[in-house]
């Protein structure tokens, strides 16, 4: 990527904007290195880790760095062999590796979700956390050498700490033996030797060595003899102090030398780290998004280089206009462009001081941005991995070189066609200008169609010129745009309006910025009436433009309205069909109530204790049964009738119609434990006398018909089949034989509702068979099926079943023996005998 647009496009000035975001010298440097990257693949993987770190930042788990100095000349003395790191060295490499391996951390609990953040970090060795926790036991934060630092320090100092206590009790003894003598009775320090101050003519008084006058020359600062071979003491052990220090430093040095290639890496990690936290908090202060980056043909003749180009911005926006105008309480204007293979050129026309040239810079920068690995102030963003970026904007006449306006333009744009290499983006603000307006238009034209044809360049371009805004009307490929002019205001509105040319409105533009208006009035007078007449016909397309615009906008409010009342009957039913749900549950909550009611008192009435836990057990199933029905009746997602069939194992049970989740017709039935003998509806109520053994009863608080085994008092023992009840006199009715009713065992009975609709309720009744045959069935159907199997053959106090399941893929057999294994009723279970079967059927024994 050549620097050719880079001064123009104020990239530098970009950089010093990006700069604010690092917080350390080494991300500092990084982002004053950034430019576009030659490599497509180190590209998308810039852009993939700034995204991560974005990620990482809205859910909190991103890293921060404090001041961290240049290591560079801390790592270079490391690799020199002997040499010896001071103490504030030693605390910022080791502040160096303490942040990478806290951000190594940050980032470890999100290395799923952020792999090129990981790979930066997760080749940190683990040693530099303990070497940081090494240094930290033996130098604290203030550089100086913690006494734990080594056995051999902390004697030391013990001992420098006793001599000094003693030296200077000795000096405060001599001090007041001394009286007079004495200018103060403070011991000081002169030359790194305890000395007390004693006045110059009262020298004589105390023996020892002077060690220095005041600076009045009134006091003499005097050893005395008594302590000269303590402080010799003292200094040799401030030498061995030195000693052991260093030695201290140089261990610590050496380990930091072991782990140099950890350190670099936690160097570069940091630095890298912090330039893209600085690249994310750019995307945070301008509300950017990732761009997506359009790969194009490498190596490719000029002719098919960018056969696949397609440059989108929506919603862009300059970053640095965008930086001013906030400091003004202002705003940018936002600008939305396509360019791709069939229209792969745009001429933009407009009023003066329009926005034109910030629409270039604008698609300029960003693209700079893009393929540097930056997010870029936009809604989205598609850009081409452009070769090259080339731009002639502003004025660069210079009288010190001999050039012009126009001289210097087309000295840029000579030098444009030279670097231009495809795939590539050419900017040219208000080509062919400074000459003679036939003549510019025509270079104009010339120049923009040299670089879409020869260099096969995606070309924006500004202009004045109606050459250029008819030949970007009749040349495919190319695009008429507009910044637009409020012609009432006389004031620009900074929009770009795309497929539309512009009137330059220099006129009124004048006026407004206070030319005569008989000045005015003269050059409208002059302006020849073609010309008139094209900005008339321009402004006529302008407003039909925007009425359109206007009757798109007015048709999405329809659709957006239409939309939201869709959603608000979606909501209103799925208010409707939670309340029926809730209808339903309590219903169904009803009905296991009473069903569990009914259940206990049958069970109470039960004497024989194993018969007891049979049907409690047999109930507590039945309960279970029934919720499972009422939820695949509920998740069913039907409105059509659904029967919740409760297995008749409980005589009295009720049976409820439910349609819609509303109950709309119950009845009690009988169940297979009402009688051993034929249905309770085939028999009459017997003549009235009073019951005797033998006698057939019916039970009136159950229904089910039984005999009387025997009486007791006002009580009777009665057998209902394999079940042995005991029920007071006053609750049993004689009963006798009747003709067999029309319907039999098995048949369908019918409920009818108000409204005339019939519900068939099919009774289940234990048949005893011991023979089940499921082949052809689905799992879940023979599942169920197996599951009534067992409840009939349990009533009919069968001890052994068989069930068929077949061979094939073994699909049913696993999932029968999955039932098999946890039902109450299964005592055991296996594969039938070869003669039987074998494993194409299962054998069941049942508990008794």
């Known amino acids: 990527?050549?620097?050719?647009?880079?001064?123009?496009?104020?990239?530098?000035?970009?950089?010093?904007?990006?700069?604010?975001?690092?917080?350390?010298?080494?991300?500092?440097?990084?982002?004053?290195?950034?430019?576009?990257?030659?490599?497509?693949?180190?590209?998308?993987?810039?852009?993939?880790?700034?995204?991560?770190?974005?990620?990482?930042?809205?859910?909190?788990?991103?890293?921060?760095?404090?001041?961290?100095?240049?290591?560079?000349?801390?790592?270079?003395?490391?690799?020199?062999?002997?040499?010896?790191?001071?103490?504030?060295?030693?605390?910022?490499?080791?502040?160096?590796?303490?942040?990478?391996?806290?951000?190594?951390?940050?980032?470890?609990?999100?290395?799923?979700?952020?792999?090129?953040?990981?790979?930066?970090?997760?080749?940190?060795?683990?040693?530099?956390?303990?070497?940081?926790?090494?240094?930290?036991?033996?130098?604290?934060?203030t550089g100086e050498i913690d006494d734990r630092a080594s056995p051999e320090l902390a004697r030391i100092r013990h001992e420098i700490t006793g001599l000094?206590?003693?030296?200077?009790?000795?000096?405060?003894?001599?001090?007041?033996?001394?009286?007079?003598?004495?200018?103060?009775?403070?011991?000081?320090?002169?030359?790194?030797?305890?000395?007390?101050?004693?006045?110059?003519?009262?020298?004589?008084?105390?023996?020892?060595?002077?060690?220095?006058?005041?600076?009045?020359?009134?006091?003499?600062?005097?050893?005395?003899?008594?302590?000269?071979?303590?402080?010799?003491?003292?200094?040799?052990?401030?030498?061995?102090?030195?000693?052991?220090?260093?030695?201290?430093?140089?261990?610590?040095?050496?380990?930091?030398?072991?782990?140099?290639?950890?350190?670099?890496?936690?160097?570069d990690a940091v630095a890298e780290l912090d330039f893209i936290g600085a690249k994310a908090a750019f995307h945070q202060r301008f509300n950017c998004v990732i761009p997506e980056i359009v790969p194009t043909i490498a190596g490719a003749s000029s002719a098919h280089a960018c056969s696949t180009c397609t440059l989108e911005l929506i919603e862009a926006r300059h970053p640095l206009l965008e930086e001013n105008l906030r400091a003004l309480s202002g705003s940018v204007v936002p600008v939305s462009f396509l360019l791709d293979e069939q229209n792969d050129t745009m001429v933009i026309s407009g009023a003066n001081a329009g926005g034109k040239t910030v629409v270039l810079k604008t698609a300029g920068l960003l693209?700079?941005?893009?393929?540097?690995?930056?997010?870029?102030?936009?809604?989205?963003?598609?850009?081409?991995?452009?070769?090259?970026?080339?731009?002639?904007?502003?004025?660069?006449?210079?009288?010190?070189?001999?050039?012009?306006?126009?001289?210097?333009?087309?000295?840029?744009?000579?030098?444009?066609?030279?670097?231009?290499?495809?795939?590539?983006?050419?900017?040219?603000?208000?080509?062919?200008?400074?000459?003679?307006?036939?003549?510019?238009?025509?270079?104009?034209?010339?120049?923009?169609?040299?670089?879409?044809?020869?260099?096969?360049?995606?070309?924006?371009?500004?202009?004045?010129?109606?050459?250029?805004?008819?030949?970007?009307?009749?040349?495919?490929?190319?695009?008429?745009?507009?910044?637009?002019?409020?012609?009432?205001?006389?004031?620009?509105?900074?929009?770009?309006?795309?497929?539309?040319?512009?009137?330059?409105?220099?006129?009124?533009?004048?006026?407004?910025?206070?030319i005569p208006n008989e000045v005015i009035d003269i050059a409208f007078e002059s302006v020849k009436d073609s010309s008139r007449q094209a900005s008339e016909y321009l402004r006529r397309i302008k407003h039909e433009a925007e009425e359109v615009e206007s009757l798109l906008g007015a048709l999405e409010e329809e659709r957006a309205a239409v939309a939201e009342k869709f959603a608000s009957l979606e909501k209103r039913a799925e208010q409707q069909e939670r309340e029926r749900q809730i209808v339903f549950q309590r219903a169904l909550e009803k009905t296991v109530s009473e069903f569990e009611r009914r259940s206990r008192e049958l069970v109470a009435t039960i004497q024989d204790r194993s018969e007891r836990l049979k049907v409690e057990r047999e109930s507590q199933r039945r309960v279970a049964e029934l919720k499972r029905e009422a939820q695949r009746a509920t998740t069913a997602g039907t409105k059509r009738e659904s029967i919740l069939s409760v297995p008749a194992s409980t005589s009295g049970r009720d049976v409820r119609v439910v349609r819609d989740g509303k109950i709309v017709q119950k009845e009690t039935s009988k169940s297979s434990l009402d009688t051993s003998e034929p249905e309770a509806a085939q028999y009459i109520p017997g003549k009235a006398r009073e019951i005797a053994v033998g006698d057939k009863v019916k039970l009136r608080s159950f229904g089910s018909i039984g005999i009387v085994d025997?009486?007791?008092?006002?009580?009777?023992?009665?057998?209902?089949?394999?079940?042995?009840?005991?029920?007071?006199?006053?609750?049993?009715?004689?009963v006798e034989l009747a003709a067999r009713a029309k319907s039999t065992t098995g048949k369908f009975d019918s409920l009818r509702e108000s409204s005339g609709t019939e519900v068939k309720l099919k009774t289940t009744q234990g048949n005893g068979?011991?023979?089940?045959?499921?082949?052809?069935?689905?799992?879940?159907?023979?599942?169920?099926?197996?599951?009534?199997?067992?409840?009939?053959?349990?009533?009919?106090?069968?001890?052994?079943?068989?069930?068929?399941?077949?061979?094939?893929?073994?699909?049913?057999?696993?999932?029968?023996?999955?039932?098999?294994?946890?039902?109450?009723?299964?005592a055991r279970f296996a594969a039938a005998p070869p003669d039987q079967g074998g494993s194409g059927a299962t054998v069941v024994e049942l508990k008794q």
């Open 164 to 267: 000094r206590s003693r030296i200077t009790r000795t000096l405060e003894s001599l001090m007041r033996k001394s009286g007079e003598a004495i200018q103060d009775e403070l011991v000081t320090i002169r030359n790194d030797r305890f000395v007390i101050p004693v006045k110059s003519d009262h020298r004589g008084r105390v023996n020892g060595v002077a060690h220095g006058y005041s600076s009045s020359g009134a006091t003499a600062f005097i050893e005395p003899l008594e302590t000269i071979d303590a402080n010799n003491e003292l200094q040799a052990l401030h030498e061995a102090e030195s000693r052991e220090i260093f030695k201290i430093l140089f261990g610590i040095t050496e380990e930091l030398r072991a782990q140099l290639p950890g350190i670099k890496l936690a160097a």
């Open 710 to 734: 025997s009486l007791k008092g006002d009580e009777a023992e009665v057998r209902v089949k394999s079940l042995r009840l005991r029920e007071k006199l006053e609750n049993l009715e004689l």
């Open 367 to 514: 693209v700079l941005l893009a393929l540097s690995g930056m997010p870029v102030p936009a809604r989205a963003a598609k850009i081409p991995f452009y070769a090259s970026v080339l731009a002639d904007i502003g004025d660069h006449q210079s009288l010190a070189a001999n050039l012009s306006t126009f001289t210097s333009h087309v000295a840029n744009i000579s030098r444009m066609i030279e670097l231009c290499k495809a795939p590539a983006l050419v900017l040219l603000d208000e080509v062919g200008t400074g000459t003679d307006p036939e003549e510019g238009s025509a270079l104009g034209v010339a120049v923009v169609d040299y670089f879409r044809k020869a260099c096969r360049a995606q070309v924006m371009a500004t202009t004045h010129y109606g050459g250029l805004k008819m030949y970007a009307g009749n040349e495919t490929g190319v695009l008429n745009a507009s910044v637009e002019f409020n012609e009432k205001t006389l004031q620009p509105t900074y929009r770009l309006i795309v497929g539309v040319a512009g009137s330059s409105s220099g006129l009124e533009i004048a006026r407004r910025f206070g």
């Open 1 to 141: 990527m050549h620097e050719q647009a880079f001064t123009i496009l104020e990239y530098p000035e970009l950089r010093a904007l990006i700069r604010r975001g690092a917080q350390t010298s080494m991300g500092r440097a990084r982002v004053d290195a950034l430019q576009p990257l030659a490599n497509v693949a180190e590209l998308e993987k810039q852009l993939a880790a700034d995204a991560e770190c974005v990620n990482l930042r809205k859910r909190g788990g991103a890293w921060t760095f404090s001041e961290l100095s240049d290591p560079n000349e801390k790592l270079t003395m490391l690799q020199i062999e002997g040499a010896t790191l001071e103490p504030a060295a030693i605390l910022e490499l080791r502040s160096l590796c303490d942040q990478a391996m806290s951000a190594r951390a940050s980032i470890l609990a999100e290395r799923d979700s952020s792999p090129v953040l990981w790979n930066l970090v997760g080749s940190l060795p683990i040693d530099l956390s303990r070497l940081s926790a090494r240094i930290a036991n033996k130098i604290l934060p």
């Open 769 to 826: 068979r011991s023979e089940l045959n499921v082949i052809g069935q689905t799992t879940d159907e023979a599942v169920d099926a197996v599951d009534k199997f067992l409840d009939e053959a349990s009533l009919a106090s069968l001890s052994q079943i068989r069930i068929i399941h077949g061979h094939g893929t073994g699909a049913l057999r696993r999932a029968i023996a999955e039932l098999l294994k946890d039902h109450p009723h299964v």
